[in-house]
């Protein structure tokens, strides 16, 4: 498997122990609020890396381009500023929000880097 696949996988897959952590917590707490932290730690964090590590899997030839690399580091760093934000904003800390907002924007260039990766051809310049 291409490094950057069990970069995002093993990645993916903290982000899951985290978010059923979370769950956990909640459903035994009987405190939902930290819902949208649970939910996007899931969802962002171990459904979609989850997903960028089996499509790089699946084409080996777009893994080896140094923008994976780029794309693997943004999208990684925009969670861990994200996520906490995410759950301190709703459990009590609502002046984490700028926080929120920057590493949300930082997900969200992760993820047209993704999209550049997807659309672009795939079968030139390994990075050397
Ligand atoms: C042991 C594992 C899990 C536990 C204990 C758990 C627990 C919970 C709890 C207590 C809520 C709040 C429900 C509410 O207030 O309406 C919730 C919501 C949610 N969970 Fe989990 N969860 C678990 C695993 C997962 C997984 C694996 C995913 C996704 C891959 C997931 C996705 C979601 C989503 C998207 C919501 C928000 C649902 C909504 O919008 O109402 N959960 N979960
Ligand atoms: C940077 C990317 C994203 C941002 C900024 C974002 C933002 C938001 C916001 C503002 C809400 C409403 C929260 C509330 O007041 O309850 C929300 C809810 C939700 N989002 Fe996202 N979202 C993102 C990515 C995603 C992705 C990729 C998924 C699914 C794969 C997703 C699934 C959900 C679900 C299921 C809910 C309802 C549960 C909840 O309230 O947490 N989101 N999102």
């Given at each position: 498997?291409?490094?950057?696949?069990?970069?995002?996988?093993?990645?993916a897959?903290?982000?899951?122990?985290?978010?059923?952590?979370l769950?956990?917590?909640?459903?035994?707490?009987?405190?939902?609020?930290?819902?949208?932290?649970h939910?996007h730690?899931?969802?962002?964090?171990?459904?979609?890396?989850?997903?960028?590590?089996?499509?790089?899997?699946?084409?080996?030839a777009?893994?080896?381009?140094?923008?994976?690399?780029?794309?693997?580091?943004?999208?990684?760093?925009?969670?861990?500023?994200?996520?906490?934000?995410?759950?301190?904003?709703?459990?009590?800390?609502?002046?984490?929000e700028?926080?929120?907002?920057?590493?949300s924007?930082?997900?969200?260039?992760?993820?047209?880097?993704f999209?550049?990766?997807?659309?672009?051809?795939?079968?030139?310049?390994?990075?050397?």
């Open positions: 498997m291409p490094r950057i696949s069990q970069l995002f996988i093993k990645t897959t903290i982000f899951l122990l985290i978010g059923v952590g769950g956990l917590q909640m459903g035994i707490a009987q405190d939902h609020s930290a819902m949208p932290a939910a730690t899931l969802l962002l964090g171990w459904v979609t890396s989850g997903l960028f590590g089996g499509y790089y899997a699946l084409q080996p777009k893994a080896e381009r140094r923008i994976a690399m780029a794309h693997y580091v943004v999208y990684v760093l925009g969670l861990v500023i994200m996520l906490p934000a995410l759950y301190l904003k709703y459990t009590g800390y609502p002046q984490f700028p926080l929120l907002a920057g590493g924007m930082i997900v969200g260039l992760g993820v047209l880097i999209a550049y990766v997807i659309f672009s051809r795939g079968d030139q310049r390994a990075s050397a």
